[in-house]
């Protein structure tokens, strides 16, 4: 199983930026797709999840950031607007269904 997460780069502060994250070489349909990040010092915390095709979201990116699966595939995204020096972090994806998967990472720096 390969969880690969793309779409990560340098935005300046208010800006956009999307991720995207394909689960491949599984024909499993995981109950459980999410975002987390990790910022240097800091522990990996939640950002969004869709379970069961509802999606949630941590306070602090309520509202700026949409999380969106496509029905019956193993991708999802993260639509991220209003970007905050404080979202500079490495973004992973989880795909669950038992077992968990991580993706490798992808980097998301905002500044001026």
């Known amino acids: 199983v390969q969880v690969v997460e793309s779409g990560g780069g340098l935005a300046q502060p208010g800006g956009s930026l999307r991720l995207s994250c394909t689960v491949s070489?599984?024909?499993?349909?995981?109950?459980?797709m999410a975002w987390y990040r990790q910022a240097p010092g800091n522990e990996r915390e939640l950002v969004a999840g869709v379970v069961g095709g509802r999606a949630s979201y941590a306070d602090f990116v309520q509202g700026r950031f949409t999380i969106s699966r496509e029905r019956g595939k193993n991708t999802v995204s993260l639509q991220m607007n209003g970007l905050r020096p404080e979202d500079t972090a490495v973004y992973y994806c989880?795909?669950?269904?038992?077992?968990?998967?991580w993706g490798q990472g992808t980097q998301v720096n905002v500044s001026s």
């Open positions: 989880k795909a669950q269904q038992g077992y968990t998967y």
């Open positions: 070489g599984t024909s499993l349909s995981f109950g459980v």
